[in-house]
Nanobody
Framework: QLQLVESGGGLVQPGGSLRLSCAVSGFTLDYYAIGWFRQAPGKEREGVSC????????NYADSVKGRATIFRDNAVNAVYLQMSSLKPEDTAVYYC??????????????????????WGQGTQVTVSS
């Protein structure tokens, strides 16, 4: 059974950093592109970053560009999102999601929720002093 589990969220002060993890099971990570999304209260879910199955292509939303790094370790079936210089507006529930890419490829999907077909339950990130 395909499963994604996020972790690493918590309370962090403005300007701080954190690393979110997405642990996957039930499928071969090499064949899937992974995206990170977030949803703040009262707002729609928005794309943050994505990475191709090979890791060769990454995309970032303008709101996090220069402050976020997505990377993956297929050997341990995990994808990570490293974020720094956090702002209060980064507060949200963060989700990882997968989409099948057919094999190790540099193809990366758009940062649109409808591109992805399996989702984790999310991890809360709160940026506040």
């Amino acid at each position: 059974q395909l499963q994604l589990v996020e972790s690493g969220g918590g309370l962090v002060q403005p300007g701080g950093s954190l690393r979110l993890s997405c642990a996957v099971s039930g499928f071969t990570l090499d064949y899937y592109a992974i995206g990170w999304f977030r949803q703040a209260p009262g707002k729609e879910r928005e794309g943050v970053s994505c990475i191709s199955s090979s890791g060769g292509t990454t995309n970032y939303a303008d709101s996090v560009k220069g402050r976020a790094t997505i990377f993956r370790d297929n050997a341990v079936n995990a994808v990570y999102l490293q974020m720094s210089s956090l702002k209060p507006e980064d507060t949200a529930v963060y989700y990882c999601a997968s989409v099948y890419s057919g094999g190790p490829t540099t193809w990366a999907p758009e940062l649109d929720v409808w591109e992805y077909d399996h989702w984790g339950q999310g991890t809360q990130v709160t940026v506040s002093s």
